[in-house]
């Protein structure tokens, strides 16, 4: 049998072995998690999707059946968050507005980033008479009066949901273009983006395949943002009555109407209303954990 001899003149190796490097998601995901505030943000708008999922569900009222016997009654355990003046569960109401709301405001927010994304960057690569008209077309919408024009715009619509979302997305997307259309102006000058010309991509691929991705981040972020904007926005046109109509109902009309009666049935008013802050702050808290967590000069998300 041998034994292995160890030289006393040689120091073992203290040498750690390498790091496993992260994957660009893992570390946005630590970067997140360390935010609490931002995670207590996902944490809300999860019970929110869940009550706006299973709120109509759980109830044993639809959103438009009428208790007679109980009008303007306050909470109880036959109506968890009372009745209105016409009968209607003021819980199934809730739950289906904010449903409403939700639908409304993740499609204008998906149609605004993508249109705004498309537009923007495209003004920004092909320059000349796209980029005049374009910035034209913007700056134009930018000086209207937006809430008025959408106010005048969406009177037509007959209260129909995906119809105000389509006009919203119309006025909305101009802020976001002008953002973008600056950011992509230096990204269009960078390596890739020369090497990909020279080497004969078509201009609309480079668009896509180039300087699109390269501002995932900033069109994470405003998804986010426009999501909190289309609500307040929804809001604000179903409360002054150019929005959502009777027989749908969304959180802004619920609020419209339950501000006529706040001193008598303040149920009426306070549930779609904090229902409404729950939401607006829980993604408010989630735009700044994604903005900490993409910023790589954010000191806000800690070390990885």
Do not use: C
């Not at 395949?209 to 809001?235: C, D, K, Q, W």
């Not at 109902?249 to 729950?278: K, M, N, Q």
């Amino acid at each position: 049998m041998t034994t292995e001899m160890i030289d006393p003149l040689v120091e073992p190796s203290t040498e750690a072995a390498p790091r496993k490097s992260l994957s660009k998601w893992t570390l946005y995901t630590r970067r997140y998690m360390r935010n609490r505030p931002a995670v207590g943000g996902i944490v809300v708008l999860l019970a929110l999707i869940l009550f706006a999922t299973l709120g109509p569900v759980m109830s044993p009222y639809a959103v438009n059946d009428m208790d007679f016997l109980a009008l303007s009654t306050p909470p109880s355990a036959a109506h968890w968050f009372g009745t209105n003046g016409a009968g209607n569960d003021t819980y199934t109401q809730t739950a289906v507005g904010l449903q409403r709301s939700l639908m409304i405001a993740i499609t204008v927010s998906v149609g605004t980033t993508i249109l705004s994304a498309l537009v923007g960057t495209a003004a920004a690569y092909f320059r000349g008479w796209f980029e005049r008209i374009a910035l034209l077309v913007i700056h134009f919408m930018m000086v209207v009066p937006t809430f008025l024009m959408l106010s005048v715009i969406s009177n037509d619509s007959g209260g129909v949901w995906w119809v105000i979302a389509l006009v919203m997305i119309f006025v909305s997307w101009f802020f976001p273009a002008r953002i973008i259309w600056t950011m992509a102006l230096s990204l269009r000058e960078r390596e890739y983006v020369q090497a990909a010309r020279y080497m004969g991509v078509r201009g609309t691929r480079i668009v896509l395949r180039h300087l699109v991705p390269n501002i995932g981040s900033l069109l994470v972020i405003n998804f986010t943002l426009g999501i909190v904007a289309a609500v307040t926005t929804e809001t604000g046109l179903s409360f002054i009555g150019f929005g959502v109509k009777i027989p749908d109902v969304s959180l802004g009309s619920l609020i419209g109407e339950g501000s006529t009666s706040i001193t008598s049935s303040p149920w009426l008013f306070y549930f779609p209303a904090l229902t409404l802050t729950l939401l607006t702050v829980s993604m408010a808290l989630i735009a700044d954990g994604l903005r900490d967590a993409l910023d790589p000069t954010s000191a806000a998300g800690g070390r990885a």
